[in-house]
C-alpha cells in the first residue's frame, strides 16, 4: 500500500527548541499535527519519518515512526514536512508544488533512506518528468512561522473540520459574532461560556471540557480530553489532554501540557509535556513596538515580527512567578524558575535560575518526566528513555 514519509530537510532540523526531540511533522500547525495535514491530504497512512539521527527510536502515542536505514519503495510519497498543505484533497498527479516550490515527490524509483540523512537532498532533484500539480497551504520557512501563520490556518481549518459537527449554541452559552461554531459529539460546554465568533471559528473536539466563565474568543480549536477554565482563550490551537487556564493569545499547545494557573501568554508554543508554574508570564511586544529577535542556531536572528513570545521545547518547565522576555527559546526539557528573568535563550536539560543554571541530572529528568507523564496515564517507554538520552548527548549550547 502506498504511505506518506515525511523528510526533515536541513532547514527543519534547525527548528528549535523542537527540532531537538521530535520531527518536524509531530509538531502542530493550525488544528493538527503536519503529519495529519499530509494523510488528510494524500488520503493515505504515514509510514515515518527521515530526520536527524538523534531521533531514532522516536516513540510517541500515534506517531509515525522515525526511519533509520533502509529503502522507501517506488510509489511511496516523500512530503517535506516544512509545508503544512490545506485539509483539502490534494490534485491527482506526481509531483506537487506550492509557492513555486517542491513539496511532495511520488517516487518513480526506490530511494535509499541514506541519501537523506543530512538533509541536503532536495525534492526538486527527484522531481523527474511526473505529473505536477499545485497544492494550497503553508511554507514553514521558519520556526516562528507556526506562529505567524497560526490565525489564517485555523480561519481556514476550523469550518473544513467542523463540516459534520453540530453547530447549535450550547444551552446556557453566550454567542457573539457570525462566524461558526462547531461542537464534537462529547464535548462539554458548562453554562454561561462566551463564545467570541466576531474574528473566527471555534472548534471542540470530544471529551474537551469549557468550563463556566470562559471566554474564547476565535479562532480557537480544542483538542481532544483538553480542558479549558475561566478566562480568555483566543486564537488559539490546544491539542489533545491539555489544561489552560489565564490569559492566552495567538498561542499553540502540541499537547500534554499544563497551564494551569494565571499569567499571560502570548504568541508562544508549547512542547509536549510543557508545565507552566502559576503566574508564569510572556512577553510577546517589545516596548519599543519594534521586531523581535529570537536565538536560533545559526545565531541571534531577526524575525520580523513584531509580535513573538517563548517557544517552549518538550518537557520544559517553569518555576511559580516565572517571567519570559520577548523572543524567549526554552530548551526541551529545561526546568527554570526565579525572580529574576533568565536570558533569552536557555539550553535544553538546563536547571535552575537566572545566572546559576545548571546541567539537569538526566536521572532526576527522567524520573520527573516519568512522574508527570503517569498523572495523563501514560508510560515513559524504555525506547522513549533511550531516544531522550540520545537528544541530551546532542543537546545544543546558546552558543554553538
Not at 523572543?327 to 535552575?352: E, H, I, Q, T
Request: charged letters at 20%.
Amino acid at each position: 500500500m502506498t504511505a506518506v514519509h515525511l523528510y526533515d530537510d536541513a532547514r527543519a532540523r534547525t527548528f528549535e527548541p523542537f527540532a531537538l526531540t521530535r520531527p518536524v511533522g509531530e509538531l502542530r500547525a493550525g488544528t493538527l499535527l503536519v503529519r495529519e495535514r499530509w494523510t488528510t491530504a494524500l488520503g493515505i497512512p504515514a509510514a515515518g519519518h527521515v530526520t536527524s539521527n538523534h531521533l531514532a527510536g522516536f516513540e510517541e502515542p500515534g506517531a509515525a515512526p522515525v526511519i533509520e536505514h533502509g529503502e522507501l519503495p517506488a510509489g511511496t510519497w516523500l512530503v517535506n514536512a516544512r509545508f503544512a498543505p490545506r485539509l483539502m484533497k490534494a490534485p491527482a498527479a506526481d509531483v506537487l508544488h506550492a509557492k513555486d516550490r517542491v513539496v511532495a515527490v511520488r517516487l518513480a524509483a526506490p530511494l535509499q533512506t541514506d541519501a537523506l540523512r543530512d538533509g541536503s537532498l532536495t525534492l526538486e532533484s527527484l522531481a523527474g518528468d511526473g505529473r505536477g500539480a499545485t497544492i494550497d497551504g503553508w511554507w514553514m520557512d521558519e520556526v516562528w512561522d507556526f506562529v505567524a501563520h497560526l490565525v489564517p490556518m485555523l480561519n481556514d481549518d476550523i469550518p473544513l473540520l467542523g463540516a459534520t459537527m453540530s453547530t447549535d449554541t450550547p444551552a446556557g452559552a453566550l454567542r457573539i459574532g457570525d462566524n461558526g461554531l462547531f461542537i464534537e459529539a462529547g464535548a462539554v460546554v458548562e453554562p454561561q461560556v462566551c463564545f467570541d465568533l466576531s474574528a473566527g471559528p471555534v472548534l471542540l473536539r470530544a471529551g474537551s471540557h469549557v468550563q463556566a466563565f470562559t471566554r474564547l474568543v476565535g479562532p480557537v480549536y480544542v483538542g481532544r480530553e483538553s480542558t479549558v477554565t475561566t478566562d480568555r482563550i483566543a486564537a488559539a490551537s490546544i491539542g489533545d489532554v491539555c489544561k489552560v487556564h489565564g490569559e492566552v493569545s495567538n498561542v499553540i499547545f502540541l499537547g500534554h501540557a499544563n497551564k494551569g494557573h494565571d499569567g499571560f501568554v502570548g504568541h508562544s508554543m508549547l512542547g509536549r509535556w510543557v508545565n507552566l508554574g502559576a503566574g508564569t508570564i510572556t512577553s510577546n511586544l517589545k516596548n519599543t513596538y519594534g521586531t523581535v529577535q529570537l536565538w536560533t542556531p545559526d545565531g541571534v536572528r531577526e524575525t520580523g515580527q513584531q509580535f513573538l513570545g517563548t517557544l517552549f521545547g518538550d518537557h520544559a518547565k517553569t518555576g511559580i512567578g516565572l517571567r519570559l522576555t520577548t523572543g524567549s527559546v526554552l530548551g526541551a526539557g529545561a526546568n527554570v524558575y526565579g525572580s529574576v528573568m533568565p536570558p533569552k535563550a536557555v539550553p535544553p536539560f538546563s536547571w535552575g535560575e537566572a545566572g546559576a543554571l545548571t546541567s539537569y541530572r538526566m536521572d532526576k529528568f527522567l524520573e520527573v518526566a516519568s512522574r508527570m507523564m503517569a498523572r495523563r496515564h501514560v508510560t515513559l517507554s524504555e525506547g522513549a528513555r533511550r531516544q531522550l538520552l540520545a537528544c541530551y548527548e546532542s543537546r545544543w549550547s546558546v552558543e554553538s
